[in-house]
């Protein structure tokens, strides 16, 4: 299982960003998949998730209106598009999935907002 992320970078209070998640070593299309967050010396937080069909999706109170999950499942890819960001929402960001009670994490990807 890989799962690795793009996209993020250093934008100021109110821009987006869109994060991007490639997945490869499980059947993509069956599998629900998230994005979580670790901000600064906090545990790791869910942001938002979406099922296998992309009909469901969860998203935490403090993102949701401005975050959109989304999933392309013939590319293999999940993407979080981050709107009027805060400086709150300075974290890194994660691409997580579970199979078969395995939780899979990708490496992360910096998000910097500030002015």
């Known amino acids: 299982v890989q799962l690795l992320e793009s996209g993020g970078g250093w934008v100021q209070p109110g821009d987006s960003l869109r994060l991007s998640c490639a997945s490869s070593?499980?059947?993509?299309?069956?599998?629900?998949m998230s994005w979580w967050r670790q901000l600064p010396g906090k545990e790791r937080e869910t942001v938002a998730t979406?099922?296998?069909?992309?009909?469901?999706?969860y998203y935490a109170p403090s993102v949701e209106g401005r975050f959109t999950i989304s999933r392309d499942n013939f590319k293999d890819t999940v993407d979080l598009q981050l709107n009027n960001l805060k400086p709150e929402d300075t974290a890194v960001y994660y691409c997580?999935?579970?199979?078969?009670?395995?939780?899979?994490w990708g490496r992360g990807i910096q998000v910097t907002v500030s002015s």
């Open positions: 997580r999935t579970w199979i078969n009670e395995n939780i899979y």
């Open positions: 070593g499980f059947p993509f299309s069956e599998t629900a």
């Open positions: 979406i099922n296998s069909d992309g009909l469901h999706t």
